[in-house]
């Protein structure tokens, strides 16, 4: 072979590598952070004589007039063009009149001055650097492209809307974090739950000082899906764009939900925008900070003036309908006290509220007394509500249940929010609870439970003890009428005590007189069953029990509940075998052993052994589960919509009587129903043998899931042991699988409930399994292509067991062409946030041109053709012959991203 030949296909090889590396280097990396401070923008919006800045406009509407300013220094040397370009839908291209052009380097400029046309959907501005042909080479490639630029304004709003939340929440975090760090603890979770921001709790099991770092890791990854700002933001859904869509794999536009939209929005700007490149022009983004009232600009790439020059894009609000704030309030029965100075109404459901100024001249109207009010509001992430000025409402009487109802404007429009309860303070008798009368006992932090009428108006809570020293309670409110008091009398002296109420609007507080008492302990009694290992000793103060013995048997203490000043006291065998050797009916005497080594006598009650049966049989009758097109590998799980049959034999006693049941509960006793032979889901079959009948769709619900498990109940309403019985499983409704004929794409697998689904995988090893996110929404999952023509899953409900899809995949597409490259765009499993795998689905340069999914040939090749290829012809792809002056008109010769 000829040495310069050999050399020559080595560099070739060498030379692709390279490019290999290169693209998916790119691919996969990361966005640039928005950190660059750009130009500020002033854009004023005016509608029907009234005029607002834009970051106080969630939406434009057509007739909108638009003053657009920027507001460059004084001594700026370069020249940018300002353009402003409208746009109608990823499948219509834009006139080339809805195209406005400004030079702001030119001392007659004061702002461009537009009207929103009429069809308009979407408004971007460019900020383009002089250059001779741009105005013209811009609009060409606008509307060459109009799809890609709908995409990247709808990306772009999105990610201002998250990145305002996550912007409020990181300053209110570094603010507290400087003034009082151990606030962070109770304010964290108002803050998140007002933003809808990830937290996580553990940062806030550490250090005060370490938990401000740690809840501000992983910044980006914080905001969660949150529906009204992506009702705000125009969704594509149809045309060419929605194949485009369907790459992008777990976009918020398209239906598939995201873990993190911010991080899905960004990456989706920067694969756009780089589709524009050129050797003249590049396109950056910039996200617009909406706080005051011009736009804030923050890059992630430095503008470049050399070749290529940057062209900076700015999307404003989209062209649509008012979507008003969701707010709804966390308790809607709970009553407020209108006399309080620091009075939060907490909501929750719109975190933009809380991060942009759209909702302005919020107000409380309320109607007491003759009188209207309206009472200022502000919204409080921190606090995680609104705060009310209850100012206005000086001299004015509240009944006991005044409704008020949060009033306001969205941009333009008014919208009506919430409703409330308030009453004002008033003279009322506090008493202590009759089950705490005699329930303070010092040696311990004790609990107590002050009743009234009206328990919102408290202010605060001290106590003076027997020696007359003031003290603060911590106390919360347990219901509309009482209040729970947290009294630390671990080193109090028994004696009186009073209790200090002072209430909101009302100068006297309220004394209310209590007794601490030094209870020695009290032990009642200890009750076991025959043949168990375990039993309940009742009594007082059982948290100073450290054994108790009967008959030489030892029992060891568990977890102390105590209620209504009684205590109750499980309590273990350590020899199991010796325990069940007490018999019924014994009256027996037992030794408790205290902690400081005192003793005490008590009776011991050997009651009758608990009933027990012996499950002997089941069968599981399917409902409409063919809708389900899963294929259950486990004989042990039970459909949500089948009916359980399982069959039970006597042991102890050896027949069954008419009044016993049988209880079935899931693992953690959230569901629980009781079979009888009265309503027949209990059915003799003999004295000894019965048959029970489950519908887990109508006794539990929709919610249930998990481990299932069965005891029966006697006559006397004796318990026998839990006994597993079944695992109950939630079914998705699974409709298609379409896939393209290329193995290395994704198919699509359509249906209904999808985020019941744990995992996807194209073999049943889950070699590769795909993570299905928490709270999937859609109707339609990237899947791997089978790998021999079947589809598993693993259920959410039970993740430890591989099932088979029932369906067969629909080949959708004209066959892809054989690669000559290894792909740069696998399928492949990454590691989400909270680190379990999770699809990345890389989305097609948007360059590319893209069958629509479910188009399927009419007439497709045999099997023994080879088939057509799908690779455009050479001539499609050659450049314009401008191309070299337009910033846009064609895609430079990349490999596509």
């Not at 370009?85 to 001392?107: H, I, M, V, Y």
């Not at 890059?299 to 020059?309: A, D, V």
């Not at 019985?725 to 079914?731: F, G, I, K, Q, S």
Request: net charge negative; charged share 20%.
């Amino acid at each position: 072979m000829d040495l310069p030949f050999v050399r020559l296909r080595r560099l070739v090889v060498f030379a692709c590598a390279v490019l290999l590396f290169t693209t998916a280097t790119r691919l996969f990396a990361d966005p640039a952070p928005f950190d660059l401070t750009g130009p500020k923008v002033e854009v004023k919006v005016t509608r029907g004589g009234q005029t607002l800045p834009v970051t106080q406009v969630p939406n434009l509407a057509a007739g909108d007039k638009l003053w657009i300013h920027p507001d460059f220094p004084p001594g700026q040397a370069a020249h940018y063009l300002l353009i402003a370009a409208f746009l109608r839908g990823s499948t219509n291209p834009p006139p080339e009149d809805w195209f406005f052009k400004a030079e702001t380097w030119d001392k007659k400029f004061t702002g461009l001055e537009v009207t929103v046309p009429e069809g308009a959907q979407q408004v971007i501005v460019f900020l383009a650097p002089e250059t001779g042909g741009d105005f013209k080479t811009l609009i060409s490639a606008v509307r060459g492209r109009p799809g890609a630029f709908v995409r990247a304004s709808q990306d772009l709003n999105q990610a201002n809307l998250d990145r305002s939340r996550l912007d409020v929440y990181l300053a209110a975090v570094r603010r507290i974090n400087s003034t009082d760090p151990s606030q962070l603890k109770d304010a964290t979770p108002l803050l998140a739950r007002s933003l809808n921001v990830e937290l996580d709790k553990k940062c806030l099991d550490l250090d005060s000082d370490l938990q401000a770092s740690c809840l501000t890791q992983k910044q980006d990854g914080l905001i969660l899906n949150d529906g009204h700002s992506m009702s705000i933001v125009d969704a594509l859904t149809s045309g060419p764009a929605g194949d485009l869509a369907l790459q992008a794999s777990y976009t918020p536009q398209a239906n598939y939900g995201y873990y993190s939209p911010y991080i899905a929005s960004v990456a989706d700007i920067a694969r756009i925008l780089d589709s524009f490149h050129t050797a003249q022009y590049q396109y950056i983004p910039a996200l617009a900070a909406l706080e005051g009232g011009a736009l804030e600009l923050k890059l992630n790439t430095p503008p470049s003036f050399h070749n290529p020059k940057s062209v900076i894009v700015i999307a404003l609000p989209a062209v649509e309908s008012s979507q008003p704030p969701p707010l709804h309030p966390i308790d809607e029965k709970q009553v407020f006290c209108a006399e309080k100075s620091d009075l939060i109404l907490p909501v929750d459901g719109a975190p933009l509220v809380f991060s942009t100024k759209y909702a302005h001249d919020l107000v409380l109207h309320l109607e007491a007394g003759g009188k209207t009010a309206d009472l200022p509001l502000t919204p409080q992430a921190v606090k995680g509500g609104f705060g009310v000025d209850t100012k206005p409402l000086a001299g004015t009487v509240l009944g006991s249940d005044t409704e008020a109802s949060v009033r306001g404007q969205w941009g333009f429009e008014p919208f009506t929010g919430p409703k409330f309860h308030l009453q004002g303070a008033r003279e009322q008798k506090w008493q202590i609870a009759s089950a705490d009368q005699n329930a303070l006992v010092v040696g311990r932090d004790d609990t107590i439970h002050l009743e009234a009428q009206d328990a919102s108006c408290i202010d605060s809570i001290q106590y003076k003890d027997a020696q007359g020293k003031d003290q603060k309670a911590d106390w919360k409110l347990d219901k509309p009428n009482s209040v729970e008091v947290k009294l630390p009398l671990k080193d109090a002296k028994p004696g009186d005590l009073t209790l200090v109420v002072k209430q909101a609007g009302l100068d006297k507080p309220v004394d209310i007189q209590a007794h601490t008492f030094s209870e020695a302990g009290h032990l009642e009694s200890f009750t076991l069953h025959a043949g168990d290992t375990s039993g309940l000793l009742k009594g007082s103060r059982l948290d100073e029990v450290a054994s108790l013995s009967v008959k030489g048997i030892k029992f060891q203490p568990g977890k102390l509940s105590s209620s209504q000043g009684s205590d109750e006291l499980p309590m273990a065998a350590q020899d199991a075998k010796a325990s069940q050797t007490l018999t019924s009916g014994q009256q027996l005497q037992g030794t408790a052993t205290l902690k400081d080594g005192r003793t005490a006598d008590l009776q011991v009650i050997v009651d009758a052994a608990r009933p027990s049966v012996a499950l002997i049989g089941k069968n599981i009758e399917s409902g409409d589960s063919s809708a389900s097109n899963i294929e259950l590998a486990n004989q042990d799980e039970v459909p949500q919509n089948a009916k359980l049959v399982f069959s039970i034999k006597a042991k102890s006693p050896a027949e069954f009587k008419r009044e016993d049941k049988v209880e079935v509960a899931t693992g953690d006793d959230s569901y629980s129903t009781v079979l009888s032979m009265g309503d027949s889901t209990l059915t003799l079959q003999d004295a000894s043998t019965a048959l029970a009948t489950l519908d887990p769709a109508k006794v539990f619900g929709g919610s249930a899931f998990g481990p299932l498990r069965f005891r029966i109940i006697d006559a006397d309403g004796t318990k026998g042991d839990w006994q597993p019985l079944a695992t109950l499983v939630r079914l998705p409704q699974f409709q298609s699988l379409k896939c393209p004929a290329a193995a290395d794409q994704p198919c699509k697998l359509s249906g209904a409930n999808l985020f019941l689904v744990d995992a996807v995988s194209g073999d049943s090893q889950f070699a590769h399994p795909v993570q299905v996110p928490d709270g999937f929404p859609g109707s339609v999952l990237p899947v791997p292509h089978p790998s021999s023509g079947e589809l598993f899953v693993k259920l959410r409900d039970d993740p430890s067991v591989v099932n088979q899809v029932k369906l067969t995949a629909e080949n959708v597409g004209p066959p892809a062409p054989a690669p000559t490259q290894p792909d740069v765009n696998p399928i492949h499993p990454v590691q989400s946030p909270d680190g379990k795998p999770r699809p990345d689905y890389t989305r097609p340069s948007a360059s590319s041109p893209a069958a629509p999914a479910n188009n399927v040939p009419a007439n497709p090749a045999p099997d023994n053709q080879p088939p057509a290829s799908a690779t455009p012809p050479p001539q499609a792809a050659t450049q314009s012959p401008d191309a070299n002056t337009s910033p846009a008109a064609a895609p430079s010769a990349q490999p596509n991203r």
